[in-house]
Every structure is written in structure tokens, then in C-alpha cells.
């Protein structure tokens, strides 16, 4: 049991999570961008929690990007990389690399699956800065990220000053995560791949299928990526579609409809 005074842990992927780069081969360069408000993130962050970096790039590229990102080495404690690790998975080694285990630890990544789904995973929208077409949207996602962050620190430290003993992480993450769309019901509206798929991504924040009620609200995907970037219920007008003509609606692409506890929606008219 480790001490009641002992931080959490807070394990941070570099590539697509914090960073993004790019390789001129030809040159023999990397360009490597950072993520919009990344520097504050971990300044404030560290306050919180010991911050680890594990990343499957190459040992010289992550130690580098990490001296960019925290100079002094006085924010990130601890840095993993494929050296460490196996080249495509983070769990294969990771009993022997903390053999106290991960239940004191949240994971911020853009990838479930490297670590195996495990349910202190927050998977983040990926940072493409250099991605060809990519729309140059303003990304806010590591200010949300230190909302949650902050929102479970909080959680997790009230109910060991008041219990006494400390919970599992896992079981921090899944409530505040499950509890994203409590009370919401979807109905997906489009092809059978595509409802499969859409109706995993809202009932992995709490939402439930739902038998279709006359006059529910219909938003655009969008609304469902908002979810996932800012785990959070987002604003059902800033995603409000109307209803597709009949046969237009893989023109469309898919839609969801929405039911909410009373007061999440402005009335309709």
C-alpha cells in the first residue's frame, strides 16, 4: 500500500498525444509540433501528479522531444520509450517497469488499444498537425483533458480524506466517464456498419439505445466527437441538424437522435 501522501501517477504518450512531427528524409530532419497549450497542461499537471512519459518512438527522438517540452526536467519525473517497451505494445513490460502496478495511475493517450482497453485509459483525439488536408481547426483538447485530470485528482482525494483508504483508478475513470451521458438515449440514424459503431461510441460514455419517441432532437456526428474530445455533454444546438428527406440519408451520413433528462434541452418548437 503505498502512502497516503504519494501523488498520482499521470502517464503521458508523446506521438499524436502531446507532439506531432514530421521526418524530411531527405534532410535527415524532424519537425515536431507541439500541441496548443501543452507547456501550461504539464506545468500544471505536475502539481497534481508525478507525470511519466511512455512512448513507443525511439529512445534519442522521446528524449529529445522531452527536453523541448519540460528544459529543466523538473515537471516529467520518468521517460519509457521502445527501448524499454515492446515496439507495439505498452503493457507487455509494463508489470516489470511498475511492479506496484497502475492502479494509482491515469493514462492519457490517443490509442485504447496499445494498452490493451484498460479503463484508466483517457483516449484523446489525435493531434495531426502535419496530416495533408487537414482543417486548421483551433485545438482545445489538453485544456479539457486538465479539467477531467483535475475533476478525478479531486474525486479520488475526497473520498480517501473521507474513507480513509484509497480506490482503485479504474474504478474512478469508468464512474466519471460512465456518468458523461447518463440519462442520454440514442437512436443512430444510417447504414447498419455505421449504427454499430456510433452507438459503441456513446454507450462507452453512458448512453443508452433508446426506442424512437416522437420529437426527439437530431444532431450531426460531430456531436459524438465532441463526447470523446471534451468528455463532456456537449451543446446540443451548437450540433443540431434537421431531419433528412426520406432517401437522403446517405447523402447526409449518419445523424443521432437524442433524448435527455429533463433541462438538458432548450424547448421545442
Not at 176 to 197: F, P, Q, T, W
Amino acid at each position: 500500500m503505498p502512502s497516503e501522501s504519494k501523488k498520482l501517477t499521470l502517464i503521458l504518450d508523446l506521438d499524436e498525444t502531446l507532439v506531432n512531427s514530421t521526418e524530411d528524409s531527405k534532410h535527415k530532419k524532424i519537425t515536431v509540433s507541439v500541441r496548443p497549450y501543452c507547456f501550461k497542461f504539464l506545468e500544471r499537471m505536475s502539481k497534481l501528479y508525478e507525470l511519466h512519459v511512455v512512448t513507443l518512438s525511439k529512445s534519442y527522438y522521446a528524449h529529445k522531444v522531452v527536453k523541448h517540452l519540460d528544459p529543466e526536467r523538473r515537471l516529467i519525473d520518468r521517460v519509457l520509450t521502445r527501448s524499454e517497451l515492446e515496439v507495439f505494445s505498452k503493457t507487455e513490460n509494463i508489470h516489470k517497469l511498475y511492479p506496484e502496478g497502475l492502479d494509482q495511475t491515469v493514462i492519457l493517450d490517443d490509442r485504447l488499444d496499445v494498452w490493451d482497453y484498460k479503463e484508466n485509459v483517457i483516449q484523446v483525439k489525435k493531434y495531426q498537425f502535419f496530416k495533408k488536408g487537414r482543417k486548421h481547426e483551433e485545438d482545445d483538447v489538453l485544456k479539457h483533458m486538465e479539467r477531467v485530470l483535475t475533476d478525478v485528482h479531486r474525486i479520488f482525494h475526497d473520498y480517501l480524506d473521507e474513507n480513509g483508504y484509497r480506490l482503485d483508478m479504474w474504478n474512478v475513470m469508468v464512474d466519471y466517464r460512465m456518468n458523461i451521458l447518463s440519462g442520454v438515449y440514442v437512436i443512430v440514424l444510417g447504414d447498419a456498419s455505421e449504427k454499430r459503431e456510433i452507438a459503441q461510441r456513446v454507450t462507452y460514455f453512458g448512453a443508452e439505445d433508446n426506442e424512437e419517441v416522437a420529437g426527439m432532437p437530431m444532431v450531426s456526428v460531430k456531436w459524438v466527437e465532441a463526447v470523446e474530445a471534451r468528455w463532456k455533454m456537449p451543446d446540443f444546438e451548437e450540433f443540431r441538424v434537421e431531419k433528412p428527406v426520406k432517401g437522403e440519408t446517405e447523402k447526409c451520413g449518419p445523424r443521432v437522435k437524442l433524448e435527455m433528462p429533463w433541462g438538458n434541452f432548450p424547448l421545442l418548437k
